[in-house]
């Protein structure tokens, strides 16, 4: 393990979670300035026969996938090869709702968070049939008229228009353009071997539920601003996680991932490379594509500059609490809870997190596999990156 002495705090912030048993296993990985400043990891990587979490332990890592799905797509842009602000149609003919623009895919505006019909398991690793689905459904609400978050289908979505301009899906892209030149370890569909050294994920502690009927509520700081409506909205959303027919529950819940033995630990799922949900990296692998898209080698600064633009932000039609996207990518809120004002990118359900700051030089990585029982993301990931950011406060004093 390594730790620059200027960010020791980071590494105690770290072992005290192990300590406190807030962790099985997990790596966090730190660029600033372009050098590796923090790369931690430590305990185990799979319960069930004690396998140690090693550096190169990757992780699924839900939705830290979205921000990698832009930066293809805003590639693609960058070549004049997709008009962001055009119609889906023109890219994808069978797409029948004219007045949604890829932006609005983007930025969660489409009012397609849903596939309406039930995804069978032989379709899990068919990207294309699961996009046909949504081509023909009626937006929810006006596209461009409220934001909600697509959880699953926006990757479909988004790599439909990727496979209509270039004939590859997004995971190969991400192989070719990202992973590959710069040498990470991170894949949006993962080749066997990967899987079987990838860590096993341990679901939230449900025993507690069976004797309270109160829902946990989802984490924030002290100081993060209360919510618009205050504990009211709170309540609302914790009503609809626990409502099976909520616009959350059928957002996050279709496809199935659960109707595989294991869900997302079962290898269809990881090799799948869904788009919104399928990355398997190691905190390095993610630190390293935040670090690499801070300094321009991935996108134009430009255009990063504009994608990172809020495009959205106030109550969410689907999570209830407030989120804020730019193009694909997180900006502060309560779904992406940080220190910094001028950080993007993009969290991960159960606590994953990835994070750069142009501003600040900063690019963080953070996996584990202990997930957290809240939709917003946990706790542990807030205390990491408070710790690099105080560390960053000592350095400039």
Known sequence: MHCDPRFARVREVFERHFADGQELGAGFAVHHRGELVVDLWDGIADRHTGRPWLRDTPAFAYSCTKALTATVLLQLAERGLVDVGAPVADVWPEFSTRTITVEHLLTHQAGLPVIESPVPVTEFEDQPAMAARLAGQAPLWEPGSAHGYHALTYGFL????????????????????IAGPLGLDLWV????????????????????????????????????????????????????????????????????????????????????????????????????????????????????????????????????????????????????????????????????????????????GYVTNKMADAVSGSMRAYHLTEAVYASLADIST
């Open 158 to 177: 988004v790599g439909e228009v990727v496979r209509r301009v270039t004939g590859k899906s997004v995971g190969e892209l991400v192989a070719a353009e």
């Open 189 to 364: 569909g993962a080749p066997d071997d990967v899987i079987a050294r990838a860590a096993r994920l341990k679901g939230p502690d449900r025993r507690a539920a069976t004797t309270s009927t109160q829902p946990s509520e989802p984490s924030r700081p002290s100081a993060e601003p209360e919510p618009a409506g205050g504990a009211d909205v709170i309540d609302r959303m914790a009503a609809a996680a626990r409502d099976p027919g909520s616009l959350m529950n059928r957002a996050l819940g279709n496809p199935a991932m659960q109707l595989l033995d294991g869900g997302a630990n079962h290898p269809v799922i990881m090799r799948a490379g869904w788009p919104a949900a399928g990355v398997v990296t190691t905190a390095a692998g993610l630190a390293g594509f935040y670090r690499a898209l801070v300094a321009g080698e991935l996108l134009r600064p430009e255009t990063l500059a504009d994608a990172i633009r809020p495009r959205v932000a106030g109550a969410d039609r689907v999570l209830v609490i407030d989120s804020s996207f730019g193009l694909g990518f997180m900006r502060p809120s309560m779904t992406f809870l940080t220190p910094s004002r001028s950080a993007f990118g993009h969290s991960g359900m159960g606590g994953f997190l990835g994070l750069g700051d142009v501003e600040h030089e900063l690019a963080v």
